[in-house]
């Protein structure tokens, strides 16, 4: 809606640009009318002339003024999802959204009742196993065994084990840790809540995974490359904004919604995704401008 609103500015100021230009020229011709009536007018006829001209210039060249409207886009990030690998209840949430988390931080915990029994279950098969596999074997060294006898004790020894280590791995995947350092996005779940099995609890945005998105022309394309460097305006923001292209895309397309105008609907687009320099002065959904950085063009130093 703020890429709309921006339109609706730059249209409004090149409309009343181009009003007061014919206010002036009103002004001028109501003027010049007037002047003949006025005592001695041919002495003034002179100054008149350089203050029309004067005008006229002024005039004209704040209609010709055409300030680079620059590439609208946005900001977008690639979230990393937390979740579970089994349904359950979220017991604890150690977040909120907004907060700053580091590698291996305890994120949440969810219900871990059944497979803590799981757990204990295997515990008692693996106990049974192994006095399986130690009374196979003492009767192999009698001779009262067979060796099939220890084999197949010894297999279902290993089996007990490896069941295990699974039931250990699913009751420690009860508890989320961060996976990568970054900023709490958004909760999905919280305590108390049920989550299904692969549903995100929460979502991280790490500061290296935030980009930005704009379209240009197809005739602006040429001037582009992979590693140019890029000027980023926004609200309020900071004059020194960079960013560094990263993707180009190889297949145009209609001119998206979201950067929608009359002039602009019929028009073929690229969209081009970039690296900001200063993540952390953007945020996500965020409406920019972009404007080319012809200093450092990367096509012509190749």
């Not at 500015?9 to 010049?32: K, T, V």
């Not at 105008?261 to 959904?285: C, F, H, T």
Request: glycine content about 6%; some cysteine; hydrophobic content about 40%.
């Amino acid at each position: 809606m703020k890429s709309i609103s921006h339109l609706i500015l730059r249209s409004a100021e090149s409309a009343s640009r181009r009003m007061q230009a014919r206010l002036w020229l009103l002004a001028l011709r109501d003027a010049a009318s007037r002047l003949p009536r006025v005592r001695g007018h041919k002495r003034y006829l002179p100054r008149f002339c350089s203050i029309v001209v004067l005008v006229l210039a002024t005039g004209l060249t704040g209609c010709n003024d055409k300030r680079d409207p620059g590439f609208q886009g946005w900001v977008e990030a690639d979230m990393i999802y937390v979740s579970p690998d089994e349904a359950g209840r979220v017991t604890k949430l150690n977040i909120r959204e907004g907060d700053t988390v580091k590698v291996g931080d305890h994120l949440y915990s969810v219900d871990d009742d059944l497979q803590l029994a799981d757990l204990n279950q295997t515990k008692a098969t693996l106990a049974n196993a192994q006095q399986t596999h130690d009374r196979a074997e003492s009767l192999r060294k009698t001779g009262s065994g067979t060796q099939a006898s220890l084999d197949s004790a010894v297999s279902d020894l290993r089996v007990a084990e490896a069941r295990v280590v699974t039931s250990e791995t699913r009751l420690a995947r009860r508890t989320g840790f961060a996976p990568v350092a970054g900023t709490i996005q958004q909760i999905y779940f919280r305590e108390g809540e049920m989550v299904a099995a692969q549903r995100p609890v929460l979502s991280i945005m790490p500061p290296g995974n935030m980009k930005l998105r704009f379209f240009v022309p197809e005739t602006e394309l040429p001037k582009l490359s992979i590693g140019d460097e890029v000027r980023v305006a926004c609200d309020n923001c900071a004059a020194d904004l960079t960013a560094k292209i990263y993707f180009i895309a190889t297949s145009a397309e209609y001119t998206p919604p979201v950067i929608y105008s009359l002039e602009e609907r019929n028009k073929l687009v690229y969209l081009i995704q970039a690296r900001p320099s200063r993540p952390d002065a953007l945020r996500v959904g965020q409406p920019i401008d972009v404007y080319l950085n012809p200093k450092t063009p990367v096509a012509d130093k190749r």
